[in-house]
């Protein structure tokens, strides 16, 4: 005869002290772990108040030692909720209740620092003055992030530098600039998938964070994540200083070459604004046009088209007709992954 599990993936026919067992046996595990990373778990049963908050400041920083150690956590944590959940009707589970609620609060902080996580709240953590790096900027309207309201060139870096030598808040505060530039990298890169650059920067810098342990390296990795910060800031105004917008911007990186002359580039910015202007203005406009062989083929036609023209394309002296080809495709392919519909939901998500 099967016999099956639950939706918790616990057998239904195990005895109730065999669950029991198991769950004893999971919170067991996540106290071994936290031990070897040099928390005692027992604090955060016994401390109340501004205590019990410290203690579960410890944990976390416990917990953040690089990437791996935090998904274990994760994965821990989750088995013991799922078996507590199984075991809420069998007499004597309300024995480990507390054990359970203190991994809980532990577990739902490190998701709230991953929620919440932003440049200014992090850098405002450690800098005790921090106004004179704030500015409220009338043109940005996107007030859930707050990131792009802090302008990272007028940080006292010699003095955040201190700062995050004397907490003892190290690996967290690394975690949390991490998942802040993720977060924005993410953005980023859909927007524009030429900024690879960047996302390669940021994986190695993990890949190096990870590999090490030592206080010389996490204080190098702030640093470094810091500057990356810098820099993806720099790029997200890019645009602006290009005279383009976000959607143009993509396109004109994707056509450009490397040594135009200015006038070239100007040349090349009028062929990435016209052309998607062009697009938008006739076969985007079909609906479901990527779902349509016959659609798509028109709009692929149509970027040749355009990119080959001598009135609207691209400059003879500095394209071939390979370059043509190449570089349709390019186009092609950005466009049917940004514009499914207009306008495109991965530009007018971000403003």
Request: aromatic share 8%; proline share 2%; glycine share 2%.
């Amino acid at each position: 005869m099967w016999q099956g599990k639950d939706d918790d993936g616990v057998d239904p026919n195990h005895p109730n002290t065999e669950l029991l067992d198991k769950l004893a046996e999971a919170i067991t595990f996540v106290r071994n772990f936290l031990k070897q990373q040099g928390f005692a778990f027992d604090d955060l049963l016994k401390q109340t108040g501004f205590d019990l908050n410290a203690a579960i400041d410890e944990a976390k920083e416990a917990i953040n030692e690089n990437d791996k150690t935090r998904k274990q956590f994760g994965i821990m944590a989750r088995e013991v909720f799922k078996l507590f959940r199984a075991c809420i009707n069998v007499s004597g589970v309300q024995q480990y209740r507390d054990e359970r609620d203190a991994i809980n609060i532990v577990y739902k902080r490190l998701q709230q620092d991953q929620e919440k996580a932003d440049i200014s709240h992090i850098i405002q953590a450690l800098h005790g003055i921090v106004d004179s790096a704030i500015e409220t900027r009338s043109e940005v309207r996107d007030e859930d992030d707050q990131s792009r309201l802090y302008d990272i060139s007028k940080i006292d870096f010699d003095r955040l530098k201190s700062e995050f030598e004397a907490s003892k808040q190290k690996r967290t505060t690394v975690q949390s600039l991490k998942t802040a530039i993720d977060q924005r990298l993410h953005k980023l890169m859909i927007q524009n998938p030429l900024r690879t650059d960047y996302r390669d920067h940021y994986e190695r810098l993990v890949k190096e964070y990870n590999q090490e342990k030592n206080r010389v390296v996490i204080e190098k990795t702030f640093e470094e994540l810091l500057k990356l910060a810098d820099q993806l800031n720099d790029e997200q105004n890019r645009a602006v200083r290009e005279g383009l917008d976000e959607e143009t911007l993509a396109l004109f990186d994707i056509l450009r070459k490397p040594d135009l002359s200015k006038k070239e580039i100007a040349a090349i910015k009028k062929v990435a604004t016209e052309l998607l202007a062009t697009l938008k203005r006739e076969r985007l406009k079909v609906a479901n046009w990527r779902e349509k062989e016959s659609a798509r083929d028109a709009v692929r036609q149509q970027i040749y088209d355009f990119l080959y023209d001598d009135k609207t394309g691209l400059p003879v002296d500095n394209y071939e007709e390979a370059d043509i080809e190449h570089l349709t495709d390019g186009v092609y392919q950005h466009i049917y992954r940004v514009y499914p519909s207009l306008p495109s939901p991965v530009y007018s998500s971000m403003h």
